[in-house]
């Protein structure tokens, strides 16, 4: 993905935003979707809609060292399918299933 779902930046040179989504390989593991924001700016990035499924940020490199790396009992559930990504750095959510 780039900044759209399912939109790969393939052909532009220049791009510097990439996502990609992870599906678990058995049923105890988890959905991991990671974004890579190499630009300057901020970006907003939508997050996959997969039915079931939510979305916890469990590492972002624009906070400060240790509160990088999300702790379980602190993990955040994203409820909106829309994120921010800060200039050069990576943002890393677990998708958990609800069913």
């Known amino acids: 993905h780039g900044t759209k779902l399912n939109e790969p ?3 532009d040179f220049n791009a510097r935003i990439l996502a990609f989504t992870l599906s678990p390989s058995e049923t105890e593991e988890e959905f991991i979707h990671a974004i890579f924001n190499m630009s300057d700016d901020a970006v907003e ?3 996959p ?3 079931g499924v939510k979305w916890l940020r469990v590492v972002d490199t624009s906070l400060p060292s240790p509160e990088d ?3 379980s009992g602190n993990k955040s559930e994203k409820g909106a ?3 921010s990504s800060a200039s050069n750095s990576i943002v890393v959510f677990e998708g958990h299933q609800t069913n």
């Open 9 to 11: 930046p393939w052909n």
């Open 45 to 47: 990035i939508t997050l």
């Open 49 to 51: 809609n997969i039915p």
């Open 69 to 71: 790396i999300i702790k």
């Open 81 to 83: 399918q829309i994120c």
